[in-house]
């Protein structure tokens, strides 16, 4: 403290000693930010956004093998670092230090002595798996360190190894590797494959064998068992006509039979026990019409834990495997539930779990007992939880007569009339909106009085197998008509103003934000696209190679004449001759899954009619800007974006 006083008085004392610049009236975006026909962002912005980007959050990593100790990610500097829990309310204490975030982290299961973690460079999903050794602090690479993304890492039951997948041998597809990370030497390759969507699920309790899952989509998925003696791999999921997804496995302590989540015979996925041999799966779940969407055991397979998505808020289940029998776990707050995992003695479950009114934290149920501890409380910077909104759920039928959902976000009593509307697209698009903290976006809702809205188009998952299909391939522009007919909705709505309307998204969702910049040009003030498709043709040809084909069953195949003839017709950069009102592009240039050209074609293009065109890019940034002094400058000037042609009553004529 006197450290900080003693500062504080020099800096006053140089100030009358000596004449100081006036401050700039201006801000100047971080060095690694390139704003390319962007006005300049008034340094008041600043102040007036400052306290809605100061917010924290947590995510649950690992429990120490031994102690009652957990490992989480947040952040106190520029990027979210892992830190040490000891107790409830314990302090965070930080262990990694990176300019670039660092990814999960897994203790060693036995004693702990260290843990592993992943990391990238500028954003580009190049993860190199890295190992922390507890007793010393030292860092130690462990992959390869070329262009190849690992991991996925599993823990040997033994504790010894862990199995993972990387795309070194080609850049295309995810072989799986077995290493002890003591000794890196050790790694080789068990099984070599064809695709870029095989993970590791679970170890055999004998360690010979690997559970390993081979995506196709997100409908589809098949599991294999790997011999690691021999290499030779089995299939577990049964064939059949149906596309099956098999969303999470794990082996049953017998070796034989195996837990899965899946939504073979049915709308929904549910939790089942697989008979590999028969080919059967018995149900264990009591029949619902939401997901199944988590599923953990403990280390002695006497208690799973999996959770339940009721319309975008999740419920915890804990079942008794000997008995069968299912309870669910009372006192959570309400929201949406992150990572788990059981600790190693299996008396506890930690998780994450974020609500409207908070971020993300990390909460722990005695197992025995249901008691729900909260172990910590990341901060809200200006925002005081109370005052926030709580999201309505809104309903609205599409142009076919299907019943569209979404949540929307009011802003304070004190804002009068019909208020502007921001729609916010998610990404996916295999995605779901979900009433979660909204951070920086409360800024929007408190300070302007700007209403957010967050659809679930068709195509979200969350609301059974049927309806995530239903854009897929030439059903694309469906989804762009469930975003027509919400705008008709929003003019229904004596408290929203149909006439000011700004579309956003981020990935998918920033195609979303282009497809409504080019279709509904005559019923929207402008549209904001971050890291988003502007060519399907050129972004399958682009995306990396180890998830092209994954894409292509989503969207279709651009090779096929038709597909492409297709993509020609409704692609934004085909139709930027549309786009008519104002547009804010923001790009990584190191993005894997939506290179860079897509922002820069639809920029060049759009800007060739004389409607103001922002484009924001990010030298150390890839699928979204994750660098918390990169990502407050663009909600500054996203901010001023709103502000300039959202706000006023009249729209903003556009320069000739």
Same mark, same amino acid.
């Given at each position: 403290m006197h450290r900080v006083l003693f500062a504080v008085g020099l800096g006053?004392?140089?100030?009358?000693?000596?004449?100081?610049?006036?401050?700039?009236?201006?801000?100047?975006?971080?060095?690694?930010?390139?704003?390319?026909?962007?006005?300049?962002?008034?340094?008041?912005?600043?102040?007036?956004?400052?306290?809605?980007?100061?917010?924290?959050?947590?995510?649950?990593?690992?429990?120490?093998?031994?102690?009652?100790?957990?490992?989480?990610?947040?952040?106190?500097?520029?990027?979210?670092?892992?830190?040490?829990?000891?107790?409830?309310?314990?302090?965070?204490?930080?262990?990694?230090? #990176?300019?670039?975030?660092?990814?999960?982290?897994?203790?060693?299961? +036995?004693?702990?002595?260290?843990?592993?973690?992943?990391?990238?460079?500028?954003?580009d999903e190049f993860f190199q798996i890295y190992r922390y050794d507890v007793t010393d602090g030292a860092v130690t690479m462990i992959t390869d360190g070329g262009r190849s993304q690992n991991g996925g890492m599993v823990w040997s039951t033994k504790g010894d190894r862990i199995a993972y997948g990387s795309t070194r041998r080609n850049g295309a597809d995810r072989d799986i590797y077995v290493m002890a990370p003591g000794d890196p030497k050790s790694d080789r390759r068990v099984l070599e494959v064809a695709g870029g969507g095989w993970q590791v699920a679970d170890w055999s309790p004998d360690d010979s064998r690997l559970l390993v899952s081979e995506g196709i989509s997100v409908n589809e998925s098949t599991l294999w068992s790997v011999d690691l003696a021999t290499g030779a791999k089995t299939r577990v999921s049964p064939e059949g006509t149906e596309k099956v997804a098999w969303s999470a496995a794990l082996f049953h302590p017998d070796g034989r039979q195996v837990y899965v989540v899946t939504d073979r015979g049915?709308? #929904?996925?549910?939790?089942?026990? &697989?008979?590999?041999?028969?080919?059967?799966?018995?149900?264990?779940?009591?029949?619902?019409?939401?997901?199944?969407?988590?599923?953990?055991?403990?280390h002695d397979g006497r208690t799973l834990a999996y959770t339940i998505n009721e319309g975008g808020i999740s419920k915890l289940v804990l079942l008794d495997t000997a008995s069968g029998r299912e309870r669910p776990v009372s006192g959570i707050p309400v929201g949406v539930m992150g990572n788990m995992g059981f600790h190693r003695d299996g008396t506890r479950l930690a998780f994450s779990l974020a609500g409207a009114r908070t971020p993300s934290d990390i909460y722990v149920v005695d197992v025995a007992g249901?008691?729900?501890?909260?172990?910590?409380?990341?901060?809200?910077?200006?925002?005081?939880?109370?005052?926030?909104?709580?999201?309505?759920?809104?309903?609205?039928?599409?142009?076919?007569?299907?019943?569209?959902?979404?949540?929307?976000?009011?802003?304070?009593?004190?804002?009068?009339? !019909?208020?502007?509307?921001?729609?916010?697209?998610?990404?996916?698009?295999?995605?779901?909106?979900?009433?979660?903290?909204?951070?920086?976006?409360?800024?929007?809702?408190?300070? &302007?009085?700007?209403?957010?809205?967050?659809?679930?188009?068709?195509?979200?998952?969350?609301?059974?197998?049927?309806?995530?299909?239903?854009?897929?391939?030439?059903?694309?522009?469906?989804? +762009?008509?469930? +975003?027509?007919?919400?705008?008709?909705?929003?003019?229904?709505?004596?408290?929203?103003?149909?006439?000011?309307?700004?579309?956003?998204?981020?990935?998918?969702?920033?195609?979303?934000s282009l497809a409504i910049a080019t279709t509904f040009a005559d019923r929207i003030r402008g549209s904001i696209d971050v890291v988003g498709i502007s060519n399907f043709i050129s972004f399958l040809e682009n995306t990396e190679s180890y998830r092209r084909d994954l894409r292509r069953v989503e969207y279709g195949d651009e090779r096929d004449p038709e597909i492409r003839a297709f993509f020609q017709r409704i692609g934004p950069l085909f139709n930027a001759g549309k786009i008519t009102k104002p547009l804010f592009v923001i790009q990584g240039a190191n993005d894997p899954r939506v290179p860079r050209g897509e922002a820069e074609q639809v920029v060049?293009?759009?800007?060739?009619?004389?409607?103001? +065109?922002?484009?924001?890019?990010?030298?150390?940034?890839?699928?979204?800007?994750?660098?918390?002094?990169?990502?407050? #400058?663009?909600? #500054?000037?996203?901010?001023?974006?709103? !502000?300039?042609?959202?706000?006023?009553?009249?729209?903003?004529?556009?320069?000739?």
């Open positions: 006053i004392a140089a100030a009358a000693a000596a004449d100081t610049p006036a401050p700039a009236t201006t801000l100047a975006p971080p060095a690694a930010l390139v704003a390319d026909g962007m006005p300049a962002i008034p340094s008041s912005l600043r102040d007036e956004v400052g306290r809605y980007t100061e917010a924290r959050s947590a995510g649950f990593a690992d429990w120490h093998p031994v102690e009652h100790q957990l490992l989480i990610s947040t952040r106190f500097g520029n990027t979210n670092q892992i830190h040490r829990v000891k107790m409830p309310g314990g302090d965070r204490t930080q262990l990694t230090f #990176f300019p670039e975030p660092v990814a999960g982290a897994l203790y060693e299961p +036995v004693t702990g002595r260290f843990f592993l973690f992943r990391k990238d460079h500028g954003g049915e709308e #929904f996925a549910y939790l089942g026990l &697989l008979d590999p041999a028969s080919g059967k799966v018995k149900r264990l779940s009591a029949a619902r019409a939401w997901d199944v969407d988590g599923l953990e055991l403990t249901d008691r729900v501890e909260r172990w910590t409380e990341s901060e809200t910077g200006g925002m005081v939880p109370d005052r926030l909104p709580d999201p309505e759920l809104i309903r609205w039928k599409s142009f076919d007569g299907r019943e569209i959902t979404g949540f929307l976000y009011k802003p304070p009593a004190r804002f009068a009339g !019909k208020r502007p509307v921001i729609v916010n697209v998610h990404g996916g698009p295999e995605g779901q909106s979900v009433p979660v903290f909204l951070g920086r976006w409360n800024y929007f809702l408190a300070e &302007l009085g700007v209403a957010v809205v967050f659809p679930n188009v068709r195509g979200s998952t969350g609301y059974g197998k049927s309806f995530v299909k239903l854009d897929n391939g030439v059903l694309r522009e469906d989804t +762009v008509k469930d +975003v027509g007919a919400l705008l008709d909705w929003i003019g229904t709505r004596p408290d929203l103003d149909a006439g000011r309307v700004v579309g956003y998204g981020g990935s998918y969702g920033g195609y979303m060049a293009t759009a800007r060739k009619n004389g409607t103001p +065109v922002w484009y924001l890019l990010g030298k150390d940034e890839g699928h979204g800007f994750q660098k918390k002094d990169n990502a407050d #400058f663009q909600f #500054f000037a996203m901010a001023e974006f709103v !502000k300039k042609y959202l706000l006023p009553e009249a729209p903003v004529a556009a320069a000739k």
